[in-house]
């Protein structure tokens, strides 16, 4: 669906990321780790024209899109949930969701914005609500419901766990998994919780300054202990249980 090619790119003059080549399968999670800094906002600000392209190509649906700009983007299929700053505070949640919708005629926004709470059932309660009265995990609900207003084929998720406690932050990583089970919405999203990420995903790709340092199945990515510990956090003890946990289920089968 998306596919990146030998992309160079940052901003003004400063180059931030080298030869990236990377790919988002139809209908697959795919997930991007790496430390602070790595550059993985500015890849989904790439692919959305926001930083600048200095050479390489990005092709959605096998046609370039390289310097399109974000509302046509957004027209074609292609949803970006940034990573902060992504609600309107003063709005009301059904205000935002609307405001999400502005590609539609009034109505039909106002329709879509009611199915939303069916999708998000923890939004109905809300509806009238000032958005920033929101907790930090009904507000990433709310900020990927808004990106699902346009009925997108493609969403570019920035760190949607931030600042969560992780109990939420799971909750919001099994809704990322049932927007590509039951929507069928193909996903790019760059995580900090490597690991949950990690085990949601199907392909992975781990950014170190800049570059990718490893690229395949995201399970394969959990496996590489030093990798993991070196550059994301996850420590050998934690990935002995993923493995654990693993063979007991095949053992179970
Ligand atoms: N608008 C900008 N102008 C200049 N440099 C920038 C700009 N935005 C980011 N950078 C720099 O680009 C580099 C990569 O930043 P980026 O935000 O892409 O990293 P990241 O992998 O998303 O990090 P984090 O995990 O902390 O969100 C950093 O050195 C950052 O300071
Ligand atoms: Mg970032």
Do not use: W
């Not at 106002?110 to 930090?136: Q, Y």
């Not at 997108?152 to 590509?180: F, G, H, Q, Y």
């Amino acid at each position: 669906m998306l596919r990146i090619n030998n992309l160079y790119a940052g901003y003004d003059k400063l180059q931030i990321l080298f030869d990236l080549n990377i790919e988002a399968p139809g209908k697959g999670i795919t997930v991007i780790v790496g430390p602070n800094g790595a550059g993985k906002t500015t890849l989904l600000c790439s692919i959305m024209g926001i930083a600048k392209v200095f050479s390489g190509e990005i092709l959605y649906e096998d046609l370039p899109i390289k310097g399109e700009l974000t509302h046509n983007l957004a027209r074609k299929g292609i949803s970006y949930v940034p990573q902060m700053g992504n609600v309107f505070a003063e709005l009301s949640v059904m205000d935002n969701l609307k405001m999400a919708g502005y590609l539609m005629p009034g109505e039909e926004a106002k329709i879509k914005a009611e199915s939303m709470t069916d999708i998000f059932p923890v939004l109905k309660k809300f509806i009238n609500r000032k958005a920033g009265t929101l907790s930090g995990g009904e507000r990433r609900m709310l900020a990927i419901a808004m990106g699902l207003m346009k009925n997108p084929k493609l969403m570019l998720l920035d760190e949607l766990s931030t600042d969560l406690a992780p109990i939420i932050a799971e909750k919001v990583m099994m809704e990322v998994s049932r927007l590509r089970d039951e929507l069928g919405i193909t996903i790019l999203m760059v995580e900090q919780m490597a690991k949950r990420a990690l085990e949601i995903g199907d392909t992975a790709y781990l950014m170190v300054s800049g570059e990718v340092r490893f690229t395949g199945k995201a399970d394969d990515l959990l496996h590489e202990t030093e990798l993991c510990s070196m550059y994301l956090g996850i420590k050998p003890e934690e990935q002995d249980i993923a493995s654990i946990e693993e063979s007991s289920l095949e053992g179970s089968e």
